[in-house]
């Protein structure tokens, strides 16, 4: 079982910037495609962006490509989100998932944080 926290959340204006933070501890298989999936009250939770644990096979929303970068530090078992030019639609829960697969990850992510609040105001 892998467990996750999330850290680096908090409130900006219109193009500001933040950087997500995702500690992973457990059983590294589970974990090996990990990124950020983001939920609003009322609205389906959709995948932002995701990494395999060689750094491969990222995923991006297209609504974030060009302004946020995921990566990964195996070292500290931690993957980031920087995320550049933040835009009000970027408002939301942001919760770190993890799993064996990229498959597995997009369509039930088997391991979850606790999430952390970005919020983007004008």
């Known amino acids: 079982q892998v467990q996750l926290v999330e850290s680096g959340g908090g409130s900006v204006q219109t193009g500001g910037s933040l950087r997500l933070s995702c500690a992973a501890s457990?059983?590294?298989?589970?974990?090996?495609?990990m990124g950020w999936f983001r939920q609003n009250p009322g609205k389906e939770r959709e995948a932002v962006a995701g990494i395999y644990n060689d750094g491969g096979g990222t995923y991006y929303h297209d609504s974030v490509k060009g302004r946020f970068t995921i990566s990964r530090d195996n070292a500290k078992n931690t993957v980031y989100l920087q995320m550049n030019s933040l835009k009000a639609d970027d408002t939301g829960m942001y919760y770190c998932?993890?799993?064996?697969?990229?498959?597995?990850?997009?369509?039930?992510?088997?391991?979850w944080g606790q999430g952390t609040q970005v919020t983007v105001s004008s």
């Open positions: 998932a993890a799993g064996e697969s990229f498959m597995y990850w997009i369509r039930q992510a088997n391991e």
């Open positions: 457990g059983h590294p298989p589970s974990s090996a495609y």
